[in-house]
């Protein structure tokens, strides 16, 4: 059976947004590997908003870029070490939020969005300053910073993935992750999703692909 324009165009459409999807992931490679970092240098994380700032596992765990932003507060998915029994600058211990989930579209973040954005909240109250991490930097973590500006700031998804965005233009939740968030706009805005998204995730790969373009 042939398939109709409509069916045609879809997919056309689909395919180009998969392969800009593609390579903007390899424009993000080249942008910056992601390899172990001398603990001797300096390497910061993305500043997201006053004291707080979203990066990968080598920032978190760099002795020098936690000292230099008096980092107290940290919220992490995996690292081989932490920097709990690591001796700071003024004695300071850093307190850990530990969210156990893969970067894969079946893993249930959304339960996690309240209590990391308690762990944030708790912190700048007492004047901390909070690092949000997963292993890369891009997905589940964005997807936890994302659900905290949200919430703090009263934003629908699209205008707090922006934010987030082009303060860290390498974030991406993957699929799963953006539902969620999605759920989650439903939540805060009494079941209304202000965001709209005619054709889904595929808006949202289109929206990197600008964002991409223009720097």
Not at 53 to 64: E, H, P, V
Request: aromatic residues 8%.
């Amino acid at each position: 059976m042939e398939k109709s324009k409509t069916q045609q165009k879809t997919e056309t459409k689909r395919n180009h947004h998969h392969n800009q999807h593609r390579n903007s992931l390899s424009h993000q490679k080249t942008i910056r590997p992601l390899q172990p970092q001398d603990e001797d240098k300096l390497d910061l994380p993305s500043c997201i908003m006053n004291s707080l700032y979203l990066g990968d596992c080598f920032q978190a765990t760099n002795k020098k870029s936690i000292d230099h932003l008096k980092i107290t507060h940290i919220v992490n998915y995996e690292c081989v070490k932490n920097m709990e029994n690591v001796k700071l600058k003024d004695n300071r211990q850093v307190k850990y939020l530990r969210i156990p989930i893969e970067d894969v579209h079946t893993e249930d973040i959304y339960q996690y969005f309240q209590e990391a954005h308690n762990f944030i909240e708790e912190a700048m109250f007492e004047c901390g300053i909070v690092l949000v991490h997963c292993a890369a930097g891009v997905s589940r973590s964005s997807t936890i910073v994302i659900s905290h500006v949200m919430k703090k700031m009263g934003l629908s998804f699209m205008f707090a993935f922006n934010m987030v965005k082009r303060r860290r233009r390498m974030i991406m939740p993957n699929e799963g992750f953006f539902n969620q968030l999605l759920e989650w706009e439903r939540k805060l805005n009494g079941g209304k999703s202000i965001s709209q998204f005619k054709d889904g995730y595929m808006d949202l790969l289109e929206i990197e692909q600008q964002m991409y373009s223009s720097y």
